[in-house]
Each structure stands twice: as structure tokens, then as C-alpha cells.
């Protein structure tokens, strides 16, 4: 059970938060809890949807994208984002069961992409405090350095939303995947 209320309609939320959820919901097709959670603090839901649309008009690929999220989700032991990121990588980014296997392990079928999950996890283990070595195989696998800024920022977008639903235990509305690791 949440820890604290998820509006259950948009015109529950806060107003200053209506647009925002309107925007998520013709984007979408609907609202996921997560959102709906969020959207408490309009301000935190602004900020969220402003650096996810961002990144989503960046250099990494929207498969890429979805690798990391799947990868950070398993690390930090959050089954919302599990969930919700099986789905979105199945579905949308089109991987294979193989392939988000892989990425909850923190690993990548494809060569280049294995290096942008790997660095992920070396930065959400680290705390940032990756390597010159980390930096360089990163680099090496093709990466810019304008990508490897993206790579920590979606890091953090997603440590943003892990840490959310855990903390306040967003209810599922995906179909539920327990991740296998906490941190």
C-alpha cells in the first residue's frame, strides 16, 4: 500500500500539476501511478518530465534508454520501475527476453550498448566515482563525450524515480516484475 495518497484521477492531483498529467496522459495514452504519485509535488513532476524529455530528444538510442533504466531499476531493487521498464523495453523499445535479462544483470547483448550499462552501473555503484579505465571503455565502445554526460544523467533520472517508488511504495500497475537485487 502507498505511503502516501496517488491520486486517482487527474483532477485529484494538484492543480498546477493537471497540464503536466495531460501532457503524460496524450503521450502515453494514460497515466501510470508513478506519475499520479508525483504529481503531489508539481513541482518534482515539472522537474521529472522536463530532464526525461530532454534526454529523450538526446544522443542515446530510446533501446539504450531503456537498458539502462531496466539495468539501474534491478540495482536499486525497485519493482515499480522493474515493472514498468519490462514493459517499456518489451514493447516500445522492441527488446527480447533475452536482452532485458541482460540488462538486469547490468549487461548488454549488443557490444556498444554493453558498455553504456556497464558504466551505468559502475556510476549508480561508485556514486560517480568512476575510473579513468571506466571512462576510457565507455569511450572506446564509440561513445561521445556529450553521451557520456546523458549516461550519468540517466542514471540519475532513474535513481529519481527508484527512489520514489520505493519510498513510497507506489502500487504496481504494470505487469510486476520483482527486481532481483536491492542496493
Known amino acids: 500500500m502507498p505511503r502516501i495518497p496517488t491520486p486517482a484521477a487527474i483532477i485529484d492531483a494538484p492543480t498546477e500539476s493537471h497540464s503536466l498529467l495531460k501532457g503524460v496522459e496524450t503521450a502515453l ?4 501511478n508513478m506519475f499520479r504519485l508525483i504529481a503531489n ?13 530532454a534526454l529523450g530528444k538526446g544522443l542515446i538510442s ?3 534508454r531503456e537498458r539502462i533504466a531496466l539495468a ?5 531493487g525497485c ?3 522493474n515493472s514498468a521498464h519490462s514493459y517499456l523495453g518489451k514493447n516500445l523499445a522492441k527488446l527480447d527476453n533475452v536482452e532485458i535479462a541482460a540488462n538486469r544483470s547490468g549487461r548488454s547483448t549488443d557490444v556498444k550498448a ?4 556497464r558504466f551505468a552501473i559502475q556510476i549508480a555503484q561508485q556514486r560517480g566515482r568512476v575510473t579513468d ?5 565507455v569511450r572506446h565502445a564509440g561513445y561521445s563525450d556529450g553521451e557520456l554526460i546523458e549516461i550519468v544523467a540517466h542514471v540519475a533520472l532513474n535513481v529519481l524515480t527508484n527512489y520514489i517508488n520505493e519510498a513510497f511504495q507506489t502500487e504496481i500497475d504494470f505487469p510486476a516484475f520483482k527486481a532481483s537485487r536491492a542496493a
Not at 29 to 32: D, E, M, R
Not at 133 to 137: F, H, L, Q, R
Request: glycine content about 10%.
Open 72 to 76: 539501474i531499476a534491478n540495482h536499486n
Open 41 to 53: 509535488s508539481p513541482a518534482t513532476l515539472e522537474g521529472y518530465l522536463g530532464l526525461n524529455g
Open 79 to 81: 519493482d515499480y520501475c
Open 133 to 137: 579505465t571506466d571512462v576510457s571503455a
Open 114 to 117: 554493453d558498455a553504456a550499462v
Open 62 to 64: 530510446p533501446a539504450t
Open 29 to 32: 495514452g494514460s497515466v501510470p
